[in-house]
């Protein structure tokens, strides 16, 4: 007549169940440090990645992403980089703050040689 899940949360609920129930606190978000490295990948890739377009461009290249368009200033390039890189950051502190903090280190590790390797080809051209 009553199912064994609906018995057991009847009994639950009673106020002598509650009595006996043990009392816990909510636990706060949880806070999780990732450490300075994640930053400085980022930081470090993204860096080189807009060095070497910078030069570049000095040297009288374009730029080969196809988001910037055709013949965009040098300007433009190194302010949208900037912007996605300070966007990835935020975004890992948030990840890293909200208990994902191995994701946020891949994340960070992960942008740095995505910067890194476009500044290796940067670097290769002649």
Known sequence: MFSQEALQRAILNTPEAQEQAPQTQPSPALQQSIGIAPYLA??????????STAFNMNRGYGESNPAFGTNPSLAKILAMKAGLTGGIELLMHHMAANGHPTAAKVLGYMGGIGGAIPAAINLSQK
Do not use: I, K, T
């Not at 930081?43 to 060095?51: F, I, R, T, W």
């Open 42 to 51: 980022l930081l470090g890739g993204q860096g080189a990645d807009m060095a």
